[in-house]
């Protein structure tokens, strides 16, 4: 069975304890005619630690709800709508029921932009934080090193001073 609503898309709650929030569909599960909403039907599940680097706690995570208590959110309009399937260009697409825009292709270019600009803003990053960071390690290191190498000298001047009172002393 189809759903009318896809991952990635943006939803509004229309039924249940959650009525009323909006968030993005995290996973869609058909054969359920079911929807993970981020943020929405928060499950917390008791684990126990089964061996010493296990964590254990309270675990808090989306359960599924059902995809018939969602509605759409058009992004165009920005109301919760129902969703039209029409033909365009020989191919099936989705539709805001209210304003008619293509729910499909909104969607999709949201993405690619986001996209775009968070694969631009890493290459960014990656190119200025290396050389800020090898400097300051760099500089910490050779502290560290000059204070160890003094500590080293004045143990050494120290252990000298003693043994030579002590030769003074049983002479």
């Given amino acids: 069975m189809k759903l009318h609503v896809r991952k990635g898309d943006t939803v509004v709650v229309i039924a249940g304890k959650d009525k009323g929030?909006?968030?993005?569909?995290?996973?869609?599960?058909?054969?359920?005619?079911?929807?993970?909403?981020?943020?929405?039907?928060?499950?917390?599940?008791?684990?126990?630690?089964?061996?010493a680097q296990d964590k254990g706690g309270i675990m808090k995570a989306e359960g599924k709800i059902s995809a018939s208590n969602v509605q759409i959110i058009c992004p165009v309009c920005g109301k919760a709508t129902r969703v039209a399937?029409?033909?365009?260009?020989?191919?099936?697409?989705?539709?805001?029921?209210?304003?008619?825009?293509?729910?499909?292709?909104?969607?999709?270019?949201?993405?690619?932009?986001?996209?775009?600009?968070?694969?631009?803003?890493?290459?960014?990053?990656?190119?200025?934080?290396?050389?800020?960071?090898?400097?300051?390690?760099?500089?910490?290191k050779t502290a560290v090193k000059d204070t160890t190498k003094t500590k080293k000298a004045a143990t050494k001047t120290t252990s000298v001073a003693k043994s030579t009172r002590r030769v003074a002393s049983n002479g």
């Fill in 85 to 140: 399937n029409t033909i365009i260009d020989s191919k099936k697409t989705r539709t805001c029921k209210k304003c008619g825009a293509s729910l499909d292709v909104a969607t999709k270019k949201a993405t690619k932009k986001t996209a775009t600009k968070t694969v631009k803003t890493e290459k960014a990053e990656k190119t200025e934080k290396p050389a800020k960071t090898t400097a300051k390690t760099t500089t910490k």
């Fill in 21 to 51: 929030k909006t968030g993005k569909v995290l996973t869609a599960i058909p054969s359920d005619n079911a929807v993970v909403v981020e943020g929405v039907n928060i499950i917390s599940r008791h684990k126990k630690p089964r061996n």
